[in-house]
Nanobody, 117 residues
């Protein structure tokens, strides 16, 4: 059974930084692309960033391009999301997920990120 556990969320002032981590277990992490999503109160979950299994290709939502960076360490079965220049509109619960083809199957429990103005 695949398990994904996010960590690193918290409260930060606008302009600050956070690094989220997603630790995977129970599967062959290094063979899958991974993604980060977020869901703000009253809104639908939205795509944030994705990374291929090798880490050579990344993709970002327009709203975070130039501010966020996704990376992975296959030796540690962990994917990261470095978030810089945070804005109040980045406030959300952030989730990591495993990509299978064009969809995502396993999800973590999420970690709360709150950006104060």
């Amino acid at each position: 059974q695949v398990q994904l556990v996010e960590s690193g969320g918290g409260l930060v002032q606008a302009g600050g930084s956070l690094r989220l981590s997603c630790a995977a277990s129970g599967g062959t992490f290094r063979t899958y692309a991974m993604g980060w999503f977020r869901q703000a109160p009253g809104k639908e979950r939205e795509f944030v960033a994705a990374i291929t299994w090798s880490g050579t290709t990344t993709d970002y939502a327009d709203s975070v391009k130039g501010r966020f960076a996704i990376s992975r360490d296959n030796a540690k079965n962990t994917v990261y999301l470095q978030m810089n220049s945070l804005k109040p509109e980045d406030t959300a619960v952030y989730y990591c997920s495993r990509r299978v083809g064009d969809s995502y199957d396993y999800w973590g429990q999420g970690t709360q990120v709150t950006v104060s103005s």
